[in-house]
């Protein structure tokens, strides 16, 4: 059998698909797209935090959705990985209140002191920049999330030193 129609339960714990049942479980029965959202979470953490193709198409027979439906979730949020990141993600608002707050200055430090700009990983592979819409914390802009834990009224020296404190 190929690693394209492996099925999910051939590709993730016992636990995983625990979590996935219990999240299926919550909708009627023939709704079991609405646990999409949740099943992809699930599934990328098990997966070096990236949803590569071949769990992406399992995650959608498990569902019994169209692949084509997980594809569409999994590119639209930016929570979801869909190649291999570094060690720490760090998803940076540039809406408009972080953007009016200073996010341009914060943009600045990846690409003086790690070279990269949204999108790309440090060449050490410890951090991945991910620009993103608002993370509804606007009272505190400019902020950016690293790890699920939200950093706010960010300076660039602020950041420095949490991206310095990062393994």
């Known amino acids: ?8 339960t051939d590709m993730l ?3 995983a698909m625990a979590r996935i049942d219990a ?8 709704r079991k797209r609405a646990a999409v959202l949740s099943a992809l979470r699930i599934a990328q953490a098990e997966n070096d935090n990236y949803l590569s193709e071949p ?17 569409e979730v999994a590119t639209f ?14 998803s940076l608002c540039t809406n408009v209140s972080c953007m009016l707050a200073g996010s341009d200055r914060l943009l600045q ?17 410890r ?6 819409e608002c993370m509804a914390a606007c009272g505190g802009a400019p902020m950016c999330e690293v790890g699920q834990q939200y950093h706010e009224n960010l ?13």
């Open 1 to 8: 059998m190929s690693a394209e129609t492996r099925p999910l």
């Open 13 to 15: 714990s016992a636990d």
């Open 23 to 30: 999240w299926i479980a919550k909708f009627p029965a023939d």
């Open 55 to 71: 769990l992406m198409k399992a995650v959608a027979d498990y569902l019994e959705i169209p692949r084509i439906a997980v594809f």
């Open 77 to 90: 949020y930016t929570m979801y990985h869909l190649e291999r990141p570094g060690r720490h993600v760090v």
């Open 109 to 125: 430090v990846f690409r003086e002191q790690y070279g990269i700009e949204p999108g790309e990983t440090s060449a050490d592979g």
């Open 127 to 132: 951090i991945t920049l991910k620009e993103v």
């Open 155 to 167: 300076t660039t020296e602020s950041l420095t030193t949490l991206l310095e404190g990062l393994d």
